[in-house]
């Protein structure tokens, strides 16, 4: 039977202690000092690879038919030695590869270097392809070159890991040792490749516009702060790119688009980060109308370049709302409904003509709870509508002419008093765009700012703020125009079937890595603790020695052999008057 190298049982990887990981890092490190007294190089320059495991795997009969020599770089991931000979498997981008090694081929003074090598080292290959006697392919190899010694081992555990803290937080590992990761970003990478192209395909410019405002504007969001010390005042990082992208609307682009990062300081949960990737885009002498149309358009392209259909496969963990199906079909077209219809149809109120105090008596009604007195008549509706309506519109559904209260950057509806030309896709439950007939009459933006700044006055830390110079942008006159904002990533979540957003951006916020203190095994061992049982008490949550004073004895035995046996550590049990007089030391 072959031995494996380095590859830990997982139940016995799952207890290792940052000293454990520590000394298998030791053991790395003098294995890379002999490979460097052998006089290779731990961490090599280049290597010129001709074939990836993909590669090897779709030409396999024209490699070992004519015994071509191919050369592949990848990752060792698992080790097998019988004394003389070595089995390897490699991974690279495309896949993984068994790599055969003899040591009367590469010579006894390279096969030392084989014995030094671990899991997670990248190595380059040299050889031929051929199929082992149980059939599987391979590589034969003719040298083997050491490209980077990995001094940290690989977390066994991580297979089936569901702590995805771990994951989020050390995402270069979980791309390493998860299948499907990566392919999730690579299709993430086709979105915004086939969205750009759309886009420059329709003759839009993509720009660039600062990150660093002095007004936050083109959202009711709170902004992140920061501070300029040359210039000696406060700055806030964009909560959106659509005050400036209308500036350069109002300077003759036709259609303008950014692709970027936004900021806004809120919550995180499983659909906000707080700086998170959006497309925004705005078309001369277009409306909202229109805008349903190319967005419907965009969004099946988008689909069949990821999924080959216009179908997105939801999990059956993901989707969890009344009447979800499992399936989203993104074919145009959606339905479409107003804001204050949608309302009547999941509540049984209609809102229409509604005063600010009516409706808020309907949110007593229905028992919300989360009103206070800071809110306005656009804010209200919009609690209402994200408590009750929201989540319920699985399938792709345009919800439009929002309260003008909602919109202040909105136009007037044409025909509907009181409503504004704009509308929200909701898929899966969520918003994925927003889109208007944009604002261009300057006196009437300059009205809907000052009515922001009331709600401000009342405490509504998310009112827009009066922006003087996109007033006088305006005031030059800007054509009839529709712009529409996408949010990314909220798009890759659909696409690829994924239910929180931390699983589509490679590095989420999190909160800052919590480092439990711990005491070194000495102070364990002034109690008569044996060494080798510190790890295992530590396990169970005795970080410290301090943790063990009062605890009962009995309590404490059965802890520490529970993890005795739980990790098949084959340590010997102390026994309960052992135990007690450890306590006692304290």
């Not at 990887?13 to 890092?25: D, G, S, W």
């Not at 909602?406 to 504004?420: A, D, I, N, V």
Request: aromatic share 8%.
């Amino acid at each position: 039977m072959a031995e494996v190298k380095n590859k830990p049982n997982t139940e016995e990887a799952a207890v290792l202690t940052e000293n454990e990981i520590n000394e298998q890092m030791q053991v790395r490190i003098d294995k890379m000092h002999k490979i460097e007294e052998h006089g290779w190089k731990p961490f090599g320059y280049r290597f010129l690879y001709t074939h990836r495991a993909a590669d090897i795997a779709a030409q396999f009969d024209e490699l070992s038919e004519k015994e071509t020599e191919v050369k592949m770089a990848g990752r060792i991931m698992a080790i097998r030695g019988h004394g003389k000979t070595c089995f390897m498997d490699m991974q690279d981008k495309t896949g993984r590869i068994q790599v055969y090694v003899r040591k009367d081929v590469i010579g006894e003074e390279n096969y030392a270097l084989i014995k030094l090598m671990d899991i997670g080292d990248t190595v380059g290959i040299t050889g031929t392809a051929f199929r082992t006697h149980m059939g599987e392919l391979s590589i034969k190899a003719n040298s083997v070159e050491m490209l980077s010694k990995s001094l940290r081992p690989l977390p066994e555990k991580w297979h089936g890991l569901k702590d995805v803290e771990t994951r989020y937080r050390q995402r270069y590992v979980d791309l390493i040792v998860n299948e499907g990761v990566k392919e999730t970003f690579e299709k993430r990478a086709i979105v915004v490749k086939t969205l750009r192209a759309a886009l420059d395909e329709a003759g839009y410019t993509e720009v660039e516009t600062p990150i660093l405002q002095s007004i936050p504007g083109g959202a009711s969001a709170r902004p992140f702060i920061t501070h300029h010390n040359s210039l000696d005042m406060d700055l806030y990082l964009r909560i959106a790119t659509e005050l400036y992208l209308k500036r350069l609307i109002v300077g003759g682009f036709e259609g303008v688009y950014e692709i970027g990062k936004n900021f806004r300081n809120e919550g995180m949960d499983k659909n906000h980060n707080p700086e998170f990737t959006c497309m925004e885009l705005y078309v001369q002498y277009k409306d909202y109308n229109w805008m349903m149309s190319f967005t419907e358009k965009l969004l099946e392209r988008i689909c069949i370049a990821v999924n080959g259909s216009t179908d997105s496969i939801i999990g059956d963990v993901f989707i969890a709302f009344p009447g979800g199906t499992g399936t989203i079909r993104l074919k145009a077209t959606c339905r479409r409904l107003t804001k204050l219809e949608a309302i009547k149809e999941k509540t049984g109120y209609d809102l229409n003509d509604k005063t600010e105090e009516e409706i808020r008596q309907v949110c007593k009604e229905l028992k919300m709870e989360e009103i206070d007195e800071t809110m306005g008549k656009g804010k209200l509706i919009d609690e209402i509508f994200g408590e009750f309506c929201e989540g319920t519109y699985i399938q792709p559904t345009f919800i439009t002419d929002y309260p003008v209260e909602m919109s202040p950057l909105t136009k007037m509806h044409r025909s509907k008093p009181g409503l504004t030309e704009r509308f929200e896709l909701m898929v899966n439950g969520k918003e994925l765009a927003n889109a208007y007939s944009e604002l261009n009459d300057p006196i009437d933006q300059e009205e809907r700012f000052k009515e922001q700044m009331k709600l401000a006055d009342k405490g509504d830390d998310e009112a827009m703020i009066i922006d003087q110079d996109f007033l006088r942008a305006l005031q030059y006159g800007m054509p009839p125009t529709s712009g529409i904002g996408i949010g990314i990533d909220r798009l890759v979540m659909l696409m690829t079937g994924k239910p929180y957003i931390q699983e589509v951006l490679f590095f989420p916020q999190m909160r800052p890595e919590k480092i439990t203190p711990k005491d070194s095994a000495a102070k364990f061992m002034e109690l008569g603790i044996a060494e080798e049982w510190v790890p295992a008490i530590q396990k169970a949550g005795y970080n410290l020695v301090s943790d063990m004073k009062d605890v009962n004895p009995q309590k404490l035995h059965q802890d520490i052999c529970g993890i005795n046996k739980k990790y098949k550590l084959e340590l010997t049990n102390p026994t309960v008057d052992e135990v007690a007089g450890w306590i006692s030391k304290i």
